[in-house]
């Protein structure tokens, strides 16, 4: 007789009992679950942080833009009204210029005579 044939028996047990352990230790265990679902949440809430910083940090520098915006246009009011009284300024100076100019020649004498 053959080997396996007096054996055979005993092969299906231990064929079984190896199998049933690589079953057994091929499933996870609901505190390995959990331990890895807890670091799963941990790095969550760290980027969940993250980007709320992020956003708060962005909210305050669009603030920041429209505030500046806000006094470059003020400061473009401002430098074109100076623009038009500097205009402004130029004619009346140009108006008087004439008349100093006529001021300031001597005076045409005739001789007498």
Known sequence: MSWL?????????????ALGGLAVTGCA?????????A?????IDQVDARVTTATQ??????????????????ANT???????DAR???QRLDQVGG???ALEAPPTRKPRG
């Open 99 to 101: 008349r100093v100019d």
């Open 5 to 17: 044939k007096k054996h055979a028996a005993s092969a299906r047990v231990i064929a079984v009992i």
């Open 29 to 37: 265990t609901n505190g390995y679950v959990d331990e890895q679902i």
């Open 78 to 84: 401002a430098a074109q009204a100076a623009a038009t």
């Open 39 to 43: 670091a799963v949440n941990s790095r």
């Open 88 to 90: 402004t300024a130029n």
């Open 57 to 74: 940090k962005a909210d305050a520098a669009a603030a920041d833009a429209r505030t500046a915006n806000q006094a470059a246009q003020a």
